[in-house]
Nanobody, 114 residues
Framework: QVQLVESGGGLVQPGGSLRLSCVAAGSSISLYTMAWYRQAPGKEREWVAEITRFDDTYYANSVKGRFTISRDNAENTVYLQMNSLKPDDTAVYYC????????WGQGTQVIVSS
């Protein structure tokens, strides 16, 4: 079964950067598309980015040019590099394997504030 553990969040000033990590425990991600989602207080969970097993990447318009999704299959890890952060990026960030139902992890909280 899929078990994903997110980490790397924290408090950062506007314009700053963070790198989030998502480790898949107990199963390989090498053949699967992986995605990042986020959920801000009072809002629905929204799709942020995804990366296919061929390293094709796709982004929500709100983060294009600022965020980069990547993967390290040997480490069974997906990353989200977030640059030029804005207060609107404040949310709990989650990762997900695309195309399968699985439980959401705990997520990692990102707060962008001065």
């Amino acid at each position: 079964q899929v078990q994903l553990v997110e980490s790397g969040g924290g408090l950062v000033q506007p314009g700053g950067s963070l790198r989030l990590s998502c480790v898949a425990a107990g199963s390989s991600i090498s053949l699967y598309t992986m995605a990042w989602y986020r959920q801000a207080p009072g809002k629905e969970r929204e799709w942020v980015a995804e990366i296919t097993r061929f390293d094709d990447t796709y982004y929500a318009n709100s983060v294009k040019g600022r965020f980069t999704i990547s993967r390290d299959n040997a480490e069974n890890t997906v990353y989200l590099q977030m640059n030029s952060l804005k207060p609107d990026d404040t949310a709990v960030y989650y990762c997900k394997r695309v195309g399968i139902n699985h439980n959401w992890g705990q997520g990692t909280q990102v707060i962008v504030s001065s």
